[in-house]
């Protein structure tokens, strides 16, 4: 009787190919470990998701919150071109009550405006935008979490228009208008509005219950331009009782032409009434953001129902693409940049029959960093993160 050896059919049949599935393998390897790089150089963390900004005390405040949310860059929001006299807008100040220090921002009245752009408001806010890490904007089917303390002042003076304390913003396409705004509003009493689409007031408490006392807010966003979920919860850091909460399951959290969503905390406020509104002085400690979902570079990139996968990512030379339709559809499919300008078309408004398709492209003429995948058909989008490594 002859003994043989049964070989797989994924088993490699000669040296020639094991040798060229090794250097596969180094390939993917070194590309994920370049993504890594980037990610671990562009971001400070705790865990790996989780990034967390604390003041540490007075001096270099700006370059301390520029290091956490856009190492390089600058993320800091300030009147100081038409009020240098005053000095930076953010100071770093020992709270009695936390037992540490926060960061204390600054408004007034007068001279302050919006960055000597628009004079008919003012502005004194700290944000993550495009030149942030990839984690600190969420994208199409992420889930962020944002967590923070604040404390206002007694007798806060809101006016009978804007004043924001918190946004969450879109970037590119149909990005004028928040998505979401914590809103005081001068009334009777003055109230604490939480703010959809810039138009509908999900929430409102009484303002009073804010004054004085610190707080902390923890929003939980999934993103999604038709059926995204949405909480807020603000409660008491003294005896932890709930103040403003606030859930849907099914709200708009990005528009379907944006590219991603991110948050802004401080002061931002009309001055069409000026005689309403006072110098104030409000205090934040201990931003975080995180993606609850998987890490950032391990994530399954096929988000919602799977309908688009990518591979492999990290990518060095070709980007696989497969989708499916369960209709004919008009089909685009563009790459950006972190900035949203387009870097790649593989398909431009093609008219695609029912079933799965797949489709290649060439990077090798893309810089190593992210990059967002756009992929909409009919009114579905969807926005995946694309890592080049080599």
């Not at 944002?146 to 590119?172: C, D, E, M």
């Not at 990518?315 to 559809?329: C, G, M, P, R, T």
Request: aromatic residues 10%.
């Amino acid at each position: 009787m002859q003994i043989g050896i049964i070989r797989s059919k994924s088993q490699p049949t000669n040296s020639l190919e094991l040798e060229n599935n090794q250097i596969r393998r180094n390939l993917i390897t070194k590309g994920k470990n370049i993504c890594l790089k980037l990610v671990f150089a562009l971001i400070p963390f705790v865990g790996f998701s989780q990034v967390l900004l604390e003041a540490k005390g007075p001096g270099e405040t700006y370059e301390l919150i520029n290091s956490v949310l856009a190492p390089g860059y600058d993320v800091v929001e300030n009147p100081e071109c038409v009020h240098p006299e005053f000095g930076r807008h953010i100071a770093e100040v020992w709270d009695n009550e936390l037992n540490k220090y926060v960061f204390e921002f600054y408004i007034h009245v007068v001279p302050d405006n919006d960055r000597c752009i628009n004079l008919d408001r003012q502005r004194m806010e700290i944000k993550t935008y495009d030149k942030s890490p990839a984690n600190l904007i969420g994208t199409y089917g992420e889930t962020v979490v944002y967590k923070w303390n604040f404390r206002l002042p007694v007798g806060f003076q809101p006016s009978n228009n804007f004043t924001h304390i918190h946004q969450i913003k879109a970037v590119n396409g149909n990005d004028d208008d928040p998505i979401f705004t914590l809103t005081p509003r001068k009334g009777i009493p003055n109230k604490l509005e939480l703010i959809h689409n810039n138009t509908t007031k999900v929430a409102k408490v009484n303002l009073s219950l804010f004054e004085g006392n610190w707080v902390e807010a923890t929003e939980r966003i999934k993103i999604d331009s038709l059926q995204g979920t949405y909480s807020i919860e603000i409660k008491k850091v003294s005896d932890g009782i709930t103040i403003l909460s606030y859930t849907s399951n099914d709200i708009m959290t990005i528009r379907s032409d944006n590219s991603f969503i991110r948050p802004k905390w401080g002061i931002y406020r009309s001055l069409l009434a000026p005689e309403q509104l006072r110098d104030e002085a409000v205090r934040f400690a201990s931003f975080s953001i995180e993606e609850a979902a998987a890490t950032l570079v391990d994530k399954d990139l096929a988000n919602g129902n799977n309908r688009l996968k990518v591979y492999p990512n990290p990518a060095n030379e070709i980007v696989n693409f497969d989708f499916y339709l369960s209709e004919k559809s008009i089909v685009n499919l563009t790459v950006h940049n972190l900035i949203g300008q387009k870097v790649k078309v593989p398909i431009n408004n093609e008219l695609k029959q029912p079933g799965p398709f797949h489709t290649t492209f060439d990077v090798t003429d893309l810089v190593n960093g992210f990059y967002f995948i756009r992929y909409s058909f009919g009114r579905n989008n969807e926005i995946v993160k694309l890592c080049i490594g080599r």
